[in-house]
């Protein structure tokens, strides 16, 4: 792609999020936490476009709407891993009560899905939440 071509698409993806940005002020009920969220890697880009006037779950959103999409027991690791960056699998099948195989395909799953990555050896690692 040339450089022409890519200023003009970028022009386009710049007057686009400035109409996302204007069109969900203008709707009823519209809050300042209810603002559309953007975020960008190297190989994408997301709008997050929330569409409800309840607000009631926005505060805890942290940027990742992979979240959204975990498990009650995904989530309960996640906020383990919250707690306790370096925790090992077993202790997490301990604390839920669940054998240590379930964690690990849970922690896999969550990874596959970029939601958390592991980072140094298996006992003796962290935990990074994406």
């Keep these: 792609m040339t450089l022409m071509a890519q200023l003009a698409y970028m022009?386009?993806?710049?007057?686009?999020?400035?109409?996302?940005?204007?069109?969900?002020?203008?709707?009823e009920g519209y809050k300042d936490e209810l603002k559309p969220v953007f975020k960008s890697t190297p190989t994408q880009f997301r709008t997050i476009i929330f569409a409800s006037s309840d607000t009631s779950n926005v505060g805890?959103?942290?940027?990742?709407?992979?979240?959204?999409?975990?498990?009650e027991r995904q989530q309960k690791i996640l906020n383990l891993i919250k707690e306790s960056p370096t925790i090992t699998g077993k202790q997490m099948s301990e604390t839920l009560s669940v054998s240590q195989r379930t964690i690990e395909r849970d922690l896999s799953a969550m990874q596959k899905k970029g939601v958390l990555k592991h980072e140094g050896k298996d006992n003796d690692g962290v935990w990074i939440i994406m």
Aim: with cysteine; charged share 40%.
């Design 11 to 27: 022009e386009k993806r710049g007057s686009g999020l400035t109409r996302i940005c204007n069109e969900t002020k203008a709707l």
């Design 60 to 71: 805890d959103y942290d940027g990742d709407m992979s979240e959204a999409k975990l498990t």
